[in-house]
């Protein structure tokens, strides 16, 4: 007999990560080769650059689904291409500010720096993410909802 | 405002005549006296049509990308927040400088017909102002209204001064102002999250996609914009979802950051009147507060605040949290 | 004729809302568009012009068409075409009447468009007569009547009533079902509003415009003027004229990717922009004069020509009150309509 369960269904909230190569791409690598856990839920896609990231990107998706973006990127003065994250800097600052001045919720957007050396850093920082955005719930701003159709 | 316009007109007349310009561009008369196109003259019978009044608030700056690859050099009449967008443009590369004739023209901020006809005055066959009172005549008689209630929306915090010109035609001084054009945002900053979100989504809701707002817009310059680009998956003639409503001007505004000069003829043209330069301006209030005050159009050479940095700036998690310096 | 209080109109909305959807203007975030009623709505039939026509009502800005779903090697097609609610339009001026007529002569004719005969047959029109028109109106141009619209059922505003009269069978049911909140009387003040209006009308600037000029036999002359040039110089290229105006019927039908499989829908689609009527060869207008001129012979010689004089412009002036940069139909009409314009 199937047992009859009240609980409700857990949210687990999908999160794109976009991951510079050369740094947090890398970082998450180790984080995985040092049998370090981050949640699955995390989809991890690999930039030349975090400045390679358009505000299109970004909106697209949560457009697709997203519940949370992060972007991550090498340290502030460690670019591969030596100033490319320092643009990545000022734009997301102002595109998130702006996102959360359109009433998107401000835990939904995050940047962080995670060198290739920081596996520890890249695992503490998904599961904070992903944590922040659990318990924040779904993405209803920003979504569109044909995407969602037939779900 | 009619000795301004003689003027004008003279010069103009004066530039055509004597060969130095090929065309002028300005405003012709409408079929009302507040309806007056943006338009080019090329001979002097063309400017017994010429118009400068209340009602030319219309940004000719933006026509200039094609005009000023014409054959000749043109003149044109600019007004203080059109010279920003000239500015703008000639550092993109888009206006060519060598070609064009800039006059400056005074301006003591310009009217919004919608807004003087919800006031219930109909039928305006002309308008008188003194100071601080606008005598509109129609042909139901008089009313005087009060101007800082009739101007375009635009004009009600404007402080520029003009930042270009090779010869001005300023005829009466304009009384300095005091106003924070950011007086509105910072009451939408001040709201909660969930407030913003009703207040833009019932704005947005109202967006039919005419794509007014971005064609006037002098910085949306792009020979293809990428919401016409079919290549580009986001292409599209109309929200066809609340989310299309937001992708198409988050994108728009965030592609005009830190060149916006704050002209306001978005919110100008909007026939819904989305109050778009809401959008813009958080972007240069931000910029302002984050990297320094920085007005687009001011020079028409040197980097942006996006296209450059410091290595201090603010963290984008630190702004979101409100801990930035 | 029957007739109901001015402050009992919300319990007719109420009313009718209890059977069918109610589609009428309403204010929101400061504009005013036709939407759904609903108790607490702020309407205003009083509203001369709302920002869009209701023309939506029946051929909607956005709407799908069927869907495709694919599971591995299968695809179903789903049609969306379904029986529509009925509805009652309310609240129509004149001029978006007769628009209505000119878009049926497009959608309702052989092909039928299902989408839209299925709406348009659901639907009963309550028509409002004008009785202040303003300077940007030139429905009389056109021979539109504004004091006394057709429909399903014709109304007359003043300061204390609403006056009723139903013209058709969709009206009478209308009528019955309402009957209860109307009253009889008001053939006097509605025969003095309409004398009275008739008389504003005819003052109006644009009232006697002359359109002689446009007829078929004239297309290639007019075609060939070269006016366009001057008169489209400031056209930003924007939509705004083709999507406030009531008869303005170009869609684009698009495909949008969802979790399942695809959505068609169409669109409303303008003249005005780059990339209307693109094909694969390229585009056969290619600059903004090419547009501009398409817009205005489509109204004023294509549209007439295939359906015995009828121009698809009514006059209400939307893109006079509208563009951005204040060009119209009525300065086009004007230069090019000959002597009589001057």
Known sequence: MQEVTTEKKEFTPNIVAFCCNWCSYAGADLAGSSRLTYPANVKIIRVPCSCRVNPMFVLKAFQQGADGVILCGCHPGDCHYVTGNYYTRRRMALLFSFLNYMGIEKERTRVEWVSAAEGARFSAVMNDFVKTVTELGENKRLTDLRVKEGE | MKDVEMKMKERAKQLLESGEVARVVGWKKGDFCYDPSPATFETVEELDNFVYDYFCGANLSKYLIQISKKEGKTAVFLKPCDTYSFNQLVKEHRINRENVYVIAVECMAKFDIEKIKEKGVSQITGVEVKDKDVKVSSLYGETTLYKPEILLTKCETCQKTHQVKDEEIILHERPERDVDRFAEVKKLEAMTEDERFAFWKEQLSKCIRCNACRNVCPACSCVKCVFDNPASGVAAKANDSEFEEKLFHVIRAFHVAGRCTDCGECSRVCPQHIPLHLLNRKFIKDIDGLYGEFQAGEEAEGKTPLTSYTEGDAEPNDVLNGEAK | ML????????????????????????????????????????????????????????????????????????????????????????????????????????????????????????????????????????????????????????????????????????????????????????????????????????????????????????????????????????????????????????????????????????????????????????????????????????????????????????????????????????????????????
């Not at chain 3, 628009?99 to 839209?116: G, H, Q, R, T």
């Not at chain 3, 309409?194 to 504003?200: D, L, N, Q, S």
């Open chain 3, 3 to 342: 007739k109901i209080a001015k402050n009992k109109l919300n319990d007719l909305y109420a009313k009718i809302n209890e059977t069918m959807g109610l589609f009428i203007p309403i204010k929101k975030a400061g504009e005013v568009n036709y939407h759904v009623w609903g108790e607490g709505k702020e309407v205003s039939i009083e509203t001369l012009k709302t920002v869009k026509s209701p023309k939506n009502m029946f051929f909607p800005q956005t709407e799908n068409m069927m869907k495709f779903k694919t599971e591995g090697k299968n695809l179903e097609i789903i049609d969306l075409r379904d029986e529509k609610r009925p509805f009652v339009l309310f609240g129509v001026r004149a001029c978006d009447y007769k628009a209505i007529e000119v878009l049926d002569k497009v959608f309702l004719a052989d092909p039928v468009d299902s989408f839209y005969q299925s709406r348009r047959a659901a639907t009963t029109i309550v028509t409002l007569a004008c009785s202040r028109p303003e300077e940007g109106c030139f429905c009389k141009a056109f021979g539109i009547d504004a004091t006394a619209p057709q429909g399903d059922v014709t109304t007359w505003l003043d300061e204390e009533y609403l006056y009723w009269q139903a013209n058709t069978e969709k009206g009478e049911t209308l009528t019955k079902l309402v009957q209860e909140l109307l009253e009889e009387g008001g053939e006097t003040e509605v025969a003095a509003q309409k004398e009275a209006t008739a008389v504003i009308i005819d003052k109006l600037p644009f009232s006697n415009l002359n359109l002689d000029k446009f007829k078929p036999e004239n297309l290639n002359e007019l075609f060939d003027s070269p006016k366009w040039e001057e008169m489209s110089e400031a056209c930003l290229g924007c939509g705004t004229c083709t999507f406030v105006c009531p008869t303005c019927q170009c869609f684009d039908i698009r495909d949008f990717k969802t979790n399942e499989g695809v959505v068609r829908y169409r669109c409303w689609d303008s003249c005005m922009y780059s990339d209307f009527t693109l094909m694969a060869h390229g585009n056969s207008r290619t600059t903004q004069m090419q547009r501009f001129r398409q817009r205005f012979m489509h109204k004023l010689v294509y549209y007439p020509s295939q359906n015995d004089g009828l121009y698809s412009c009514v006059g209400c002036g939307r893109c006079v009150n509208k563009c951005p940069q204040h060009l119209n139909i009525v300065k086009v009409v004007k230069e090019l309509g000959g002597k009589e314009n001057d």
